[in-house]
């Protein structure tokens, strides 16, 4: 292909620069609100790319980030691939060990870091597998006190030039990398395309997607660190629309006050951010008539926060997707043969996974390895392919084996589908919890727990929590004639030094047994049968908890 004609990202970048070189980027920093235009976030575009070139980062080097949702980190999304290198965002909410791995596996060459993620970074760097790292850029304009040897964003770029000689980058070219955990085993992960990433624009951009346009004031919740925002930076850009980034930890009250300083039409983020907003604004005063779509993902949204949205004028769009397709895959639209319908059958809809986007397609297979029909009633496992979705795993040939078939992925998640072409998200096959939106691994819980003398059996489940979701719960068979108590004390401690604290376990329950399968597996859909309800939680305060309490 000539050059220039492939399907990447900075046409998108140079689309919103001659267009809309006066729409506003707006970000909430440390160091306050920053304000600037396309015109000049495309000028810093340049100068990024300009100070990445000094350092040495060529073609296909790895631009690590440790970063939450600012303009700064904002500038690598078009900066880092647009000159041929590769964005790769780490969630800095991860076990230190799994953050070492993930940086040594991705051979990142730069990092650049939160002033407020610092403190996490600095224990983990002395490994070796941040031998590679050439240079720390703290995202401030100065280094606050720290033990790296680091530079300022600031200083970083400053001096360099507003113009950059921009490649012609193939579209096979990896732009994008971000690591899953939603997995067993080690984080796997996945590298996106410059094709992936202009298709999973283009997706979104559809009506049928997550449309963002020119009148549009785009804030994405969902940490930069997670899928590219879900990729919103890149759809915002390329619709033209305002963009506004509400900085490390927003609380509901920073994001009440954005929505209505900024005037925000669009947001997104996981269900436990709404559930904070939404009770927020029961007891506050705010103003949500800009407001018009909240997109929700990550985990299920409750039907009740979908009411409550809608009573305010706002539309909720359910939507479910994964790390390894870009990420969306389908969004809970309303059909317009339903426009008329009850509204009970409307919340119906809307409060399930939704719409396959236009430009993918999915199958359901059963345990006989059969299609289902589409009863709304049949489940099996979602199977989906198209152009934003991975065909395989970085570095990771065994991974690809288990989760890909004929160029399908199979997402480990269990499914129905009514007439209507709705999905229906009815169990999960994969052994891990989600809380708050993030993943935490049961198995490596359950592992360091039967590490301990006074264990003879444990095993970790996820059980539904009205806040996160879903929250961790250890049952522990405790060795014969042990005292619990101290069994219990010795294992938390052991816990708390190996993972942080969102990760352990709400409840250790002691227990004479663990249920097991006819073949002799540990049976946690018995224990899930039995904790189901949700009652577990009821009158206990769940904040310590928070994943994004850091
Ligand atoms: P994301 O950042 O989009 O959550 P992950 O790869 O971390 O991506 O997680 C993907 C998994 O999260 C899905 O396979 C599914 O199990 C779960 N998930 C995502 N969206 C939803 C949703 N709307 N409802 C229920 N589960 C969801």
């Known amino acids: 292909m000539p050059g220039g004609t492939d399907m990447t990202l900075r046409p998108f970048l140079w689309r919103a620069e001659r267009l809309y070189p006066d729409t506003e980027i707006v970000s909430r920093t440390s160091e306050g609100i920053e304000r600037y235009t396309y015109a000049e976030y495309g000028d810093r575009v340049c100068q990024l790319a300009n100070a990445l070139a000094d350092l040495g980062i060529e073609e296909g080097d790895r631009v690590g980030t440790f970063c939450w949702n600012h303009h700064r980190h904002f500038e690598s999304y078009f900066a880092a691939p647009s000159m041929g290198a590769q964005l790769h965002t780490i969630n800095p909410l991860l076990p230190a060990e799994h953050i070492q791995y993930i940086v040594g596996n991705a051979e990142d060459k730069v990092l650049f870091v939160d002033p407020s993620l610092l403190e996490a970074l600095e224990p983990a760097v002395q490994s070796p597998e941040f031998d590679q790292v050439k240079r720390y850029v703290v995202m401030a304009s100065e280094v606050p006190e720290t033990d790296l040897d680091a530079v300022s964003y600031e200083a970083f770029i400053e001096g360099h030039d507003t113009e950059f000689d921009w490649p ?64 919103m930076p890149f759809t915002a850009t390329a619709g033209g629309s305002k963009q506004v980034y509400p900085g490390p930890s927003p609380t509901p009250e920073d994001l009440a006050k954005l929505i209505e300083e900024e005037g925000v039409t669009l947001t997104a983020g996981v269900p436990t951010v709404w559930l904070g907003l939404m009770d927020y604004c029961k007891e506050n005063d705010v103003d949500l008539s800009a407001l018009e779509r909240v997109i929700v993902g990550g985990s299920a949204a409750p039907k009740s926060m979908i009411r409550w949205f809608n009573d305010q004028g706002v539309e909720v769009l359910h939507a479910w997707g994964m790390t390894e397709m870009s990420p969306i895959g389908s969004v809970a639209h309303l059909k317009s043969d339903l426009e008329d319908a009850d509204d009970s059958v409307k919340v119906d809809k809307r409060s399930k996974q939704g719409l396959m986007v236009p430009g993918l397609e999915f199958r359901v297979i059963d345990d006989d390895g059969e299609e289902i029909d589409w009863n709304g009633e049949d489940f099996g496992e979602l199977w989906v392919r198209g152009p934003s979705v991975t065909t395989e795993y970085f570095a990771r040939p065994e991974a690809n084996e288990e989760d890909f078939e004929d160029g399908w992925l199979k997402t480990g998640d269990v499914v129905t589908v009514d007439a209507d072409g709705y999905l229906k998200i009815v169990d999960r096959a994969k052994d891990v919890i989600k ?27 996820g059980v539904p929590h009205e806040k996160w979701q879903e929250r961790p719960v250890a049952f522990v068979v405790p060795v014969e004639g042990i005292d619990e108590a101290t069994v219990e004390e010795e294992v938390m401690e052991m816990l708390s030094e190996e993972y942080p604290k969102w990760w352990l376990p709400d409840d250790l329950v002691f227990i004479a047994e663990v249920p097991k399968t006819a073949t002799g597996k540990f049976s946690k859909k018995d224990l899930r049968d039995e904790y189901a309800d949700g009652d577990m939680f009821e009158g206990q305060a769940p904040e310590e908890a928070a994943p994004d309490d850091d």
């Open 168 to 231: 012609d980058v193939s579209q096979d070219q990896p732009a994008g990398m971000c690591y899953t955990s939603g997995t067993t085993g080690k984080p796997k992960g996945v590298e996106y395309t410059q094709q992936m990433l202009w298709a999973h624009t283009m997706e979104s951009l559809s009506p049928q997607g997550i449309p963002m346009a020119d009148d549009d004031v785009v804030m994405p919740v969902v940490p930069m660190f997670h899928v590219n925002a879900w990729g």
């Open 435 to 461: 809380s708050g939106g993030e993943w935490i691994s049961s198995v490596e819980l359950e592992n360091s727990i039967m590490a301990h003398d006074g264990v003879a059996e444990a095993t970790v489940i």
